[in-house]
């Protein structure tokens, strides 16, 4: 089974300081990782994803991913929040032992306060 | 346009009425899913599809629910005698690999009354 949990409902930063969104998964076999997000009234955009190599993931709008085996954590960063990264960020897993399914996290809201 | 797109993007419809709801995916992909995002509950995974059939039907939620794929393209969601429960974002994703991450629709807000 897989699973993703998301710690945080809402995660609050100033503009121009670090952020960092939680998310940490179980699965069986090894992960395939994504980070999706979600503006205001829009549909959900790709973000960055980890399926194998590089333990640091790089992706759109400067946001990069850390994957950490050993506390089976996938938290999503920018060194230097943007007011317009306020939005609803998810994470999702997906078992490369299990179903073709990916499993969202229920979703962190992101406030970047000028 | 190169995206997935839904209709109609909003439903409102009466308690007990039937209800069909369309995604067309991108053109060339062969994996589509459907999920539901409701308010402060993330998203719930309904039916996935690889080409036209559907080997994973677990998430939807009653036998009121059915979809189908045509032509390897083409998806619609039916929910039958639609109950108040049933309002929230129903959101469609399509993607080339099953593997890979998902292009995701506008998707359609069902408000049941």
């Known amino acids: 089974a897989q699973s993703v949990a998301q710690p945080e409902d809402q995660v609050n930063v100033a503009e121009g300081n670090p952020l960092t969104v939680k998310c940490t998964y179980s699965v069986s076999g090894n992960p395939y990782l994504f980070w999706y997000v979600q503006y205001p009234n829009r549909g959900l955009q790709f973000l960055l994803k980890?399926?194998?190599?590089?333990?640091l993931v790089k992706g759109s709008y400067g946001f990069e991913a850390e994957f950490n085996k050993s506390q089976t954590s996938f938290h999503l960063k920018k060194p230097s929040a943007l007011v317009s990264d306020s939005a609803l960020y998810f994470c999702?897993?997906?078992?490369?032992?299990?179903?073709?399914?990916?499993?969202f996290g229920r979703g962190t809201s992101l406030i970047v306060h000028p | 346009g190169a995206g997935v797109s839904q209709s109609p993007s909003n439903k409102v419809t009466e308690k007990g009425k039937d209800v069909e709801l369309r995604c067309d995916p991108i053109?060339?992909?062969?994996?589509l899913y459907w999920y539901r995002q409701s308010l402060g509950q993330g998203l719930e995974f309904l039916i996935y599809?690889?080409?036209?059939?559907?080997?994973?039907k677990s998430g939807l939620p009653s036998d009121r629910f059915s979809a189908e794929r045509t032509g390897g393209s083409v998806s619609t969601l039916t929910i039958q005698r639609t109950q108040q429960e049933d309002s929230a974002v129903y959101l469609c994703?399509?993607?080339f690999g099953t593997g890979d991450f998902l292009f995701f629709g506008p998707g359609t807000r069902l408000t049941v009354l």
């Open positions: 599809f690889q080409g036209n059939s559907a080997p994973d």
């Open positions: 980890y399926i194998t190599g590089d333990n």
């Open positions: 994703a399509s993607s």
């Open positions: 053109s060339g992909h062969t994996a």
């Open positions: 999702a897993v997906r078992d490369d032992e299990g179903s073709y399914i990916p499993t």
